[in-house]
């Protein structure tokens, strides 16, 4: 018996000593012996990178593993792993694995992660997985790029967690560039899209599928089971462009943009769950264009946004559209898609611009209304009455209406009737997610069979529709309350998708030579700095980088004297710095600035709030640089006096501009000669909706004297603008604004005492950008 159980035991380590000889684990700590692995690398290998900071390594992984013996490059402890400086992985071959890398503190010269080497060298069959690429952007805003690039066919990204890119260009883009690139099956799954921050202005999608070149090209992209969180980088969060894609069971959580199927057709679009809230009017939905969709299943809690950024927008065309223009939506199906407390959330023939046909050219209109389409068995729920649950921008005649129900909080919506007033019966399961209690709706089951209808086989939770099918996403109510978030389902286990919370301490500081200087330099973001002393003079300029309160410790306002060198800010604002002032009283010397971004390497937004402050004595209150964005400026309870210049804001790149949110509340102009407020966008671009300016309840005095434009404040191209319950007396020229009527411009209760009219031109011509 002994000796049987030492041959067992003897075989069972031989077996096992066998199978760990087919992976040939190479642990390699510097970039020489990593080249040298990769060069001899064969089929079942794995190069381990030791753990800690690969500064400044271009990996170019090439190798020929196959299915059951890949070739692995991955991380000793995943994680461990840092490619730091400018690094980037380059992939070419076949049957290659990648797994457990960070990419931080830095930038790639190319793309972080490519399926791709050169044109000769392209990916097959190859994952990355389990990797982070965090903050890894470009110092300068403009320079495009894009960090992931799909290339070759059957490629993979999986569990991994990409975040932070400010700068030009799509996050994550899969190019279609000949045969070897279409009909690709590629998988971009579990992953956790983190927060995109706004760009201001175009080419800041986070998934980009093809372009327009390649719309007829057959993709059979899967993007699914991703979460997607604040991704605000424009008014796109994905962009379809090529055929067959598939988009399922993802997230959108409070993203300021819309999945949108751009130039592509026949996608599937199916149990999607797109959550918003009141805090945002920009979070979107689905956006439609093109033929074939299917938008079956998918579940929207307060969506907010309009038009392009609707919870669902299905677009108009342009008749014999150029290939990177909109073509008219045909044959699309959406049906079983539930829509609680959104804005409007069915709207028709968005973009119709026929009344800017003398502005435009012909290529430019868009009059073809969808036709051939079906909107079936969808659920709109309201906890408050919703005045234009649905909207019709043009002729809605091509759509069939079957069995759309609507619960407007018990109050009866009949325009166009397209929907069934039903009073339905829902159980809040959780913050957003309300489900329909079936026993208690009556006609709930009441489906309209459309031709093909069988293939949505299941709800969004994955309950079958075969036995028995409910109107709206949800079939069954007890699987629902099962469901929950869970965020680590999505990118890599072992990094932390929460925020880490911070204590704010607040450090009192006199007025002694250099010492807010110094406290500034030190505290750490987040913490206030209170101001003990009457007056401060400042010498030199103060660096912004990170979040920092200042303020007077009592009623009175601390004075701050700025004397630093001409042209030179008191607060220079950094990529990431987020000022805030309260109570103090700035004062300049006529040749200086207030607040100014870096000239150049304004890689990330920055943020500047004012309240209850007088700003005096600057050449420029705010001078914005070319390449820099900041996200908000709001100025509130605020003077601004005797400066020559106010807030030039005036990106002269065609499709970008300066800011996204801009607000002056409760704030007194006095004097200021020139540039009051002026606010640019260059070049049309109609589907970047931006920028944001609100100007209410100010007071303008004796401004604009030297105003070269005759413009008190100039809103070029602007799309959101509005000027309300303003006073202007005495400003000596001839227009106070001249706003866009056809945009979100307007204006109300304005009171105009010896200046100039508020000007509304419905068209205004502009340089088409693309």
Known sequence: MKNILQIIFTSLLLFSCSKN???????????????????????????????????????????????????????????KVFLEGQSFLHLGGEHLIVDGLYFKNGYSPESVIRFKINEDSVAFNTRVTNTVIKDFTKPNRSTNDRWIEFYGKNNKLDHSYISGKSNDGETLRVFFTGNQHINTHHQIVDNY???????GGPRAETIRVGDSKTRVSPGYVNISNNFFDACNGEVEIISDKTNFNSYTNNIFYKCEGSLVLRHGSYATVNANIFIGGDDSDFYGGIRAINTGHWITNNYFYKIKGEEFRSPLAIMNGIPMT?????????????????????????????????????????????????????????????TKEDKTPFINHDD?????????????????????????????KMKQVNDWLFVPTETETEGLDAIFKGYDFNKIKEDIFGVTRSDKSNIGAINDLATAEKFKIDKNKYGPKWFSKEKEATKTKTFKVSSKEGELAKIIAQVNSGDVIEL???????????????????????????????????????????????????????????????????????????????DNCVIDGFNFVLKASEGSFADVIHFNKST???????????????????????????????????????????????????????????????????EKSDILIKTTGIINVHINDNTFQNNPVNSMAVLWGIKNNHHKNNKLINSGKIKVVEQQKQDILY
């Open 21 to 79: 000889l087919q992976t040939n684990g190479n642990l390699v700590s510097d970039f020489t012996a990593l080249e040298k692995a990769i060069k001899s690398a064969v089929a079942g290998d794995e190069i381990i990178l030791k753990d800690g900071i690969w500064k400044d390594a271009p990996i170019k992984f090439y190798g020929k593993g196959t299915e059951e013996n890949p070739i692995t490059l991955r991380a000793e402890t995943p994680g």
């Open 193 to 199: 899209f983190g927060p995109r921050p706004r760009k």
């Open 322 to 382: 150029p290939l990177n223009r909109y073509k008219q939506v045909t044959d699309i199906v959406v049906a079983h898609n539930t829509w609680v407390d959104c804005k409007s959330p069915i709207q028709i023939g968005v973009g119709q611009n026929i009344a800017s046909a003398d502005v435009l050219p012909k290529s430019e209109i868009r009059s073809a209304p969808p036709i051939r389409s079906v909107i079936a068995n969808n659920l709109i729920y309201n």
């Open 396 to 424: 809605m005649n091509g759509i069939l209406f079957k069995n759309n129900l609507i619960d407007n909080n018990s109050i009866t919506y009949s325009e166009f009737d397209v929907l069934q007033n039903k009073k339905v």
């Open 532 to 610: 003990l002393d009457e007056v401060y003079i400042l010498n030199y300029s103060f660096k912004i980088d990170k979040e920092i309160t200042i303020q007077s410790k009592g009623k009175n306002k601390a004075k701050l004297i700025y004397k630093g060198e001409e042209n030179t800010p008191t607060f220079q604002m950094y990529p990431k710095g987020n000022l805030h002032l309260d109570n103090l009283f700035l004062k300049g010397q006529n040749n200086q600035l207030a607040f100014a971004p870096l000239d150049k390497n304004m890689a990330s937004a920055y943020n500047l709030q004012v």
């Open 640 to 706: 601004i006096q005797n400066c020559e210049n106010g807030f030039v804001l005036a990106a002269d790149k065609k499709g970008d501009y300066n800011a996204e949110m801009v607000t002056f509340n409760q704030c007194e102009f006095k004097n200021v000669q020139s540039n009051v407020i002026h606010f640019y966008r260059g070049g049309y671009d109609e589907s970047t909706i931006g920028g944001n300016l609100i100007v209410e309840n100010n007071s303008f005095t004796a401004c604009g004297k030297k």
